[in-house]
């Protein structure tokens, strides 16, 4: 039962993500967040943005047209995090369309700099909002065609969140940390696995648990439009990518 209603929440989550700006897509994997609610929730004077990006943003990042580079047919993105690296090697054929965002992402460097602002134990680790709000905003809508499900939601396959439409993915993937196959029917397209370092993977800080409003972890909405200035004040053990990269 307790594994049921797990699932179920990742389904909302990963279907909320695009609430307020999009799960898989960088709202919350299921957030259902209202704009009152939101608006409720936000303090009223926001922190200002730090960090790397606080200052200066690689201008393709501002522009996710510039997305549009075809990946390799199998390529690895070696993840730098807080707590060691990890490499995910993605497979073109198992879906086309998130590895090619995928692929983009960590060429742009989209993910360096951000944080696993939501982790379960047994269940998954997302990560992918940009720590920068006006890089968030900009990716909130960018968001790519469904591919079919070829692979299981199995233990270190990689899929992007989504909200419950259609075509709702965007930058927003989780890592499964158990064998989710009940995900499989809900259009979650695994598009790469962890081939080294699940061990940090697994080791990534779950503390805070689920996302607010069903948790006391990181409001999505407010990730989105605070960026780490919200994540480091609020939830300073959560751990991070400090940087990913294409590697051989």
Not at 207 to 232: C, I, K, M, T
Request: with cysteine; net charge positive.
């Amino acid at each position: 039962m307790k594994r049921t209603t797990s699932l179920l929440l990742v389904a909302i989550a990963l279907a909320a993500c695009k609430t307020s700006d999009e799960p898989g897509s960088s709202t919350s994997p299921s957030t259902t967040t209202s704009a009152a609610a939101m608006t409720a929730a936000t303090p009223p004077t926001p922190p200002k943005p730090q960090g790397p990006l606080a200052s200066t943003v690689h201008p393709d990042l501002l522009d996710p047209s510039k997305a549009s580079a075809k990946a390799p047919a199998v390529f690895k993105a070696k993840f730098t995090s807080t707590k060691g690296d990890f490499v995910i090697e993605v497979h073109r054929d198992w879906a086309p369309n998130g590895a090619d965002r995928f692929y983009n992402l960590v060429t742009m460097g989209f993910f360096d700099d951000t944080r696993f602002f939501r982790a379960i134990v047994g269940f998954m680790v997302q990560f992918g909002i940009s720590g920068d709000p006006a890089v968030a905003s900009k990716w909130s809508n960018a968001n790519i065609q469904d591919d079919p499900v070829k692979q299981s939601n199995k233990k270190g396959f990689v899929t992007y969140a989504q909200t419950g439409a259609p075509n709702s993915r965007s930058t927003q993937v989780f890592i499964n940390y158990g064998e989710n196959a009940n995900l499989d029917g809900q259009r979650f397209a695994p598009f790469g696995q962890v081939v080294s370092g699940m061990d940090i993977v697994d080791s990534l800080y779950k503390g805070y648990g689920e996302g607010a409003p069903q948790g006391r972890g990181p409001s999505q909405g407010l990730v989105q439009s605070q960026g780490n200035a919200y994540l480091d004040a609020k939830f300073p053990k959560l751990d991070g990518v400090k940087q990913a990269v294409i590697v051989p």
